[in-house]
């Protein structure tokens, strides 16, 4: 089979669909050339932080997880076997007594080539996952799709049909903010109220300091705090440890960016933003009781959104999860939506 892998100047793959072309026969070429790989990556819009190289890293040294990498291609079923390079996809194994337990974790996946990952091509990819790793003894599977929720149930339904089984955790949330705007545009796509906190904010005496996520003293104490200040709130997330080992394998390849908010010299509140292809998430952050009222968070988040733009890479601005279960839930929603971020609600955990 030969896929198709076309570069622009600066050697980003840029294959897109044509018009009314039939493009649903889905496969996934495992363990593809790494820069074929790569480069699908460098064009996939909104890639989750699981899809990343630096995230294989962590899970390597972290839970000794081994990565298996897929190139995802399209071609119409008339075709003359050529394929095109439409997506990637990352999935960690864990295997015991030589294979008679085999864990396949798929987290927040595949990514999509602009112009892919419509209905067809989504459950094309989930019976070539389903081909790849078949339900057995001894196999277990978690699935996290990211495959947007358009109706109510539909995905779910058609992953069912394809032999995975819903658990009974719920869809995960989040929201996702476009910096395709310049940022005065973007600016007045605020809601006039996270508007209003971000004026007062900047009209405080609020100093924004660039921290270096790649100094493990600095990154160490981001992570206590915020990890003192996770327990005290009783909000999900990652353990500090957890955390530091995460931030660090994407520091190491200058993807993190570490912000705090200072006010007399003294910290009152910090977030850490980690980038992945064409895309960053809001990973974590935390603000003292004085950061608070003086608007902190409202101010870090959009001095974290300058700082994207200024990469000039990241297009899209993953704002992290909401867990309706959580206490701060409808105020943490309200705070991401304000922004102008698009909901997104994916179908939910399978096996």
Known sequence: MQVAIKYNEDKFLVQK?????????IQIQWNPVDEEWRT????????????????????????????????VTAGSS???????????????RLSLFFGALDFVILDRGPA?????????????????????FPRRIGRLRRILPEWPQEGKNENSETLAGLGFRRTPYPGYQTLWLGLALDLEDLRAGLHQKWRNQL????RQKLKIVAGDPADAGQLLWFCRVYGLHRAKLRYRGPASAELMRLAAAFAAGDQALMLRAELDGKPVGAILVLCHGRAAT???????????AHCAGY?????????LKERGTIDDFDL????????NADALRRFKTRTGAEPVCLPGQFR
């Not at 669909?17 to 026969?25: F, I």
């Not at 999509?112 to 790849?132: C, H, L, N, R, T």
């Not at 101010?299 to 700082?307: G, I, K, P, T």
């Not at 992290?320 to 206490?327: H, L, P, V």
Request: proline share 3%; with cysteine; net charge neutral.
């Open 40 to 71: 699908c990556y460098r064009a996939c819009r909104r890639p989750s932080l699981f899809m990343d190289p630096a995230y294989a890293a962590y899970v390597r040294g972290a839970r000794h997880q081994e990565t298996l990498r897929g190139l």
């Open 320 to 327: 992290g999860g909401i867990y309706d279960g959580d206490a």
């Open 78 to 92: 008339d075709s003359d076997g050529d394929e095109n390079a439409v997506g990637v996809v990352q999935v960690q």
């Open 282 to 292: 809001y990973q974590a952050a935390w603000t003292t009781a004085r950061g608070r």
């Open 199 to 202: 004026n007062k904010a900047e």
């Open 17 to 25: 669909r044509a018009a009314n072309t039939d493009m649903t026969h």
């Open 299 to 307: 101010r870090m988040l959009w001095e974290a959104v300058r700082a």
């Open 112 to 132: 999509w080539i602009d112009g892919y990952g419509g209905p067809d091509e989504q459950a094309g990819f989930w019976a070539a996952v389903s081909k790849a």
